[in-house]
């Protein structure tokens, strides 16, 4: 027995020395490994961020009156009310100002956007494969959708309160670039101004995002689990393919993900919106100030103005998003 135990041992310890030197102590091995991996970030950043450029593209003008209701901007308050005061307002602006006030701070939103959305998909994947390949279950999948919103919102928000005050005015004779209002931002509170300035309004702005980025993942997951299931597979998968899903079937995952996600998460984008404007009407309030400004003009109806415009933008927008992003992982390599 021992005879035959040493040279099994001594077998079994050459083997994991090879292992460990052709992979572990293999520097050229670890390169092209750490080389693939950057590539496939780069790639998978790209494709996230053209995904977001295109959704907000989409729906740039709903957007913008969306701001300008959930603010209540006293120019637009008497649309806000009224069951076609979208149409109204689009007219309003578009006769008045033109069609590219439409878009005003588009440019803006979409230098905030690519970088924003390829963080966010970008961490989603990551986090993703180290959390989800171990354990797969909605809760898993919604604590990384949560993070990965969190922190893609932290690096661009900056970018996204400039784009909230451009979305703002409305004066005819008023010009402002984002670099002259990003300068007003960081003076505002005297002195030799602050870059905390730039993050005012964050604290609702994570609260928000991580309820909605987290439903947004799950109920996209789930419902495009469900349609690959044998139930729905015959009529929402491509042909030849037993998990590409139509262009469709794609939308519709991403329309029902937006609208579940707007709903869990608009009454503290309402709440976050009126922070982000609140220098530029005069009014700095916290979350439990604003939330009671907010019930006390409007009740609690008031944490829900502008939810059908939401509902109009967010289906288009998130479907979008998730369709571009998946044609553009196809168009990079990243999957078949």
């Given at each position: 027995?021992?005879?035959?135990?040493?040279?099994?041992?001594?077998?079994?310890?050459?083997?994991?020395?090879?292992?460990?030197?052709?992979?572990?102590?293999?520097?050229?091995?670890?390169?092209?490994k750490?080389?693939?991996?950057?590539?496939?970030?780069?790639?998978?950043?790209?494709?996230?961020?053209?995904?977001?450029?295109?959704?907000?593209t989409v729906?740039?003008?709903?957007?913008?009156?969306?701001?300008?209701?959930?603010?209540?901007?006293?120019?637009f308050?008497?649309?806000?009310?009224?069951?076609?005061?979208l149409?109204?307002?689009?007219?309003?602006?578009?006769?008045?100002?033109?069609?590219?006030?439409?878009?005003?701070?588009?440019?803006?939103?979409?230098?905030?956007?690519?970088?924003?959305?390829?963080?966010?998909?970008?961490?989603?994947?990551?986090l993703?494969?180290?959390i989800?390949?171990?354990?797969?279950?909605?809760?898993?999948?919604?604590?990384?959708?949560?993070?990965?919103?969190?922190?893609?919102?932290?690096?661009?928000?900056?970018?996204?309160?400039?784009?909230?005050?451009?979305?703002?005015?409305?004066?005819?004779?008023?010009?402002?670039?984002?670099?002259?209002?990003?300068?007003?931002?960081?003076?505002?509170?005297?002195?030799?101004?602050?870059?905390?300035?730039?993050?005012?309004?964050?604290?609702?702005?994570?609260?928000?995002?991580?309820?909605y980025?987290?439903?947004?993942?799950?109920?996209?997951?789930?419902?495009?689990?469900?349609?690959r299931?044998?139930?729905?597979?015959?009529?929402?998968?491509?042909?030849?393919?037993?998990?590409?899903?139509?262009?469709?079937a794609?939308?519709?995952?991403?329309?029902?993900?937006?609208?579940?996600?707007?709903?869990?998460?608009?009454?503290?984008?309402?709440?976050?919106r009126?922070?982000?404007?609140?220098?530029?009407?005069?009014?700095r309030?916290?979350?439990?100030?604003?939330?009671?400004?907010?019930?006390?003009?409007?009740?609690?109806?008031?944490?829900?103005?502008?939810?059908?415009i939401?509902?109009?933008?967010?289906?288009?927008?998130?479907?979008?998003?998730?369709?571009?992003?998946?044609?553009?992982?196809?168009?990079?390599?990243?999957?078949?």
């Open positions: 027995m021992s005879d035959t135990g040493a040279p099994r041992s001594s077998l079994i310890k050459d083997s994991s020395n090879l292992i460990r030197n052709s992979h572990g102590d293999n520097p050229g091995l670890d390169s092209i750490c080389s693939r991996k950057q590539d496939f970030d780069w790639r998978n950043g790209v494709a996230g961020g053209v995904a977001g450029c295109a959704a907000k729906v740039a003008p709903i957007e913008r009156i969306k701001i300008l209701f959930q603010t209540s901007n006293p120019h308050l008497r649309y806000s009310t009224r069951w076609n005061g149409i109204e307002a689009i007219s309003h602006i578009r006769t008045s100002h033109g069609i590219s006030a439409l878009f005003k701070g588009h440019a803006a939103s979409l230098i905030r956007v690519f970088p924003y959305a390829g963080t966010n998909f970008l961490a989603y994947e990551q993703q494969r180290a989800i390949s171990q354990t797969d279950t909605p809760f898993h999948r919604f604590f990384c959708g949560s993070m990965a919103g969190a922190i893609s919102t932290v690096f661009t928000y900056p970018l996204e309160l400039i784009r909230i005050r451009l979305a703002f005015e409305t004066e005819h004779n008023k010009y402002s670039s984002w670099f002259r209002i990003c300068r007003n931002i960081f003076f505002e509170s005297g002195g030799k101004g602050s870059l905390l300035n730039l993050y005012q309004g964050i604290g609702p702005t994570l609260l928000g995002i991580l309820p980025a987290g439903t947004s993942f799950v109920t996209h997951d789930l419902m495009r689990d469900q349609l299931s044998p139930l729905f597979a015959p009529y929402t998968l491509e042909t030849g393919s037993s998990t590409r899903l139509t262009a469709l794609q939308l519709f995952c991403g329309a029902i993900a937006g609208i579940v996600a707007q709903t869990v998460a608009y009454p503290i984008d309402i709440l976050r009126r922070m982000q404007v609140g220098n530029v009407i005069g009014s309030l916290g979350i439990l100030e604003t939330a009671r400004r907010i019930i006390i003009e409007r009740g609690a109806r008031g944490f829900y103005v502008g939810l059908t939401g509902y109009v933008k967010m289906a288009p927008m998130v479907a979008t998003s998730f369709y571009v992003y998946d044609r553009m992982k196809r168009l990079l390599g990243i999957i078949e």
